[in-house]
């Protein structure tokens, strides 16, 4: 198997040949994978904010193939087409899998250590070992590129909007990439009374307005209160602190996008958050998706999701650095990498 490895932070991703270290355990599932998703969180990894080991394998996001399971598996089953989850859903929780480097790899000369472990669902691989509880099978004639979608930023829209907007809600989504399009989406099949989108990067209003949303400027005084609703996918303290002023008296703010570690997020006059019955900043971790209900129940509502207004970019794995720029860049809307054995 081929695969995108952090080796070193702040460094670009290294494709190495590597192959798993032993026969599957307990609740481990091989899965060949189709495509995968990229989402900001792979950033943060690779600037080092997230912790964890070198080499570290990426993406916890994507859609692929069951081609062999552990003991004690029962959800899924050799052939199943899967989406591939960060979030828990039903199913064992397996122990961390354990990898190593190829003695022929012709990618990635090898390092000190032979052996590595990984979390319990990587993506940006040709294959991956997965925990049962991080796979939720879904039908055969499904799209994968939808499938990957639902694996992490979709998943968080669909289910942070219907968690969070009430109907009649005026709502402002806070960033226009690949989560915030999600969101917009999202947005536009519960259809709330208005939908407005901002960005710092001013190209990004031809892609707000197709997904249904007015552009705005946070700075336009006019907003002031404006927002039942605002759904922040930035983590960006300055879009928060400015953004904040346009909470509607008893209005609720969402943070769905992470700050970097360390960073301090200023309250700009706090009185005001006492306004109607009180107003709300909560965190949510993926709108509190779970897999194994939420998936099923959404598929049928996705066919009319228009999958090429979020998708932007569909890149091979060979190219995955081109692809983090891409991110990096804020240009992008969802880049999915696609894999070279892949098939639908
Ligand atoms: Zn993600």
């Not at 040709?126 to 639902?150: F, K, Q, W, Y």
């Not at 901002?198 to 700075?219: V, Y």
Request: with cysteine; hydrophobic share 40%; net charge neutral.
């Amino acid at each position: 198997m081929i695969a995108a490895l952090l080796v070193n932070h702040n460094s670009p991703l290294v494709l190495a040949e590597i192959s798993p270290a032993g026969p599957l355990e307990f609740g481990q599932v091989l899965v060949r994978v189709l495509v995968s998703g990229l989402c900001g969180a792979q950033l943060q990894e690779i600037r080092g904010e997230k912790g964890g080991p070198l080499p570290h394998l990426m993406g916890h996001e994507g859609c692929g193939i069951v081609e062999e399971v552990g003991p004690a598996i029962t959800r899924v089953k050799v052939g199943d087409k899967v989406v591939m989850h960060w979030r828990k859903a039903a199913g064992l929780e397996s122990p961390i899998p354990r990898y190593q480097f190829s003695e022929s790899s012709t990618h990635y000369s090898l390092p000190a250590t032979r052996y590595f472990t990984s979390g319990r669902v990587t993506t940006l691989a040709t294959h991956s070992i997965c925990s049962e509880n991080r796979l939720t099978p879904i039908p055969a004639d499904t799209d994968p590129a939808l499938g990957a979608l639902l694996g992490c930023g979709l998943s968080t829209a669909l289910a942070t909007v219907e968690s969070e907007a009430r109907w009649g809600d005026s709502v402002l989504v806070l960033g226009v990439g690949g989560l915030g399009l999600s969101l917009l989406a999202a947005l536009d099949l519960t259809r709330p009374r208005r939908i407005c989108a901002c960005d710092t990067n001013e190209r990004k209003r031809s892609p707000a307005r197709c997904a249904g949303a007015e552009f705005i400027n946070l700075t336009d005084e006019k907003l002031s209160g404006a927002f039942d609703l605002i759904l922040d996918t930035t983590g960006a303290p300055s879009a928060m602190e400015n953004a904040l002023g346009h909470l509607a008296p008893s209005g609720r703010y969402v943070m769905i996008g992470q700050p970097a570690p360390g960073q301090p997020v200023c309250l700009n006059a706090a009185r005001h958050m006492f306004d109607g019955e009180g107003k709300t900043i909560k965190a949510t971790q993926g709108g509190g998706f779970r897999p194994d209900l939420d998936i099923p129940r959404y598929l049928p509502a996705l066919a009319e999701l228009y999958l090429d207004r979020l998708i932007t970019h569909r890149i091979p794995l060979e190219k995955i650095n081109t692809a983090l720029d891409l991110v990096r860049q804020g240009e992008a809307g969802r880049v999915l990498i696609t894999m070279s054995t892949a098939e639908s």
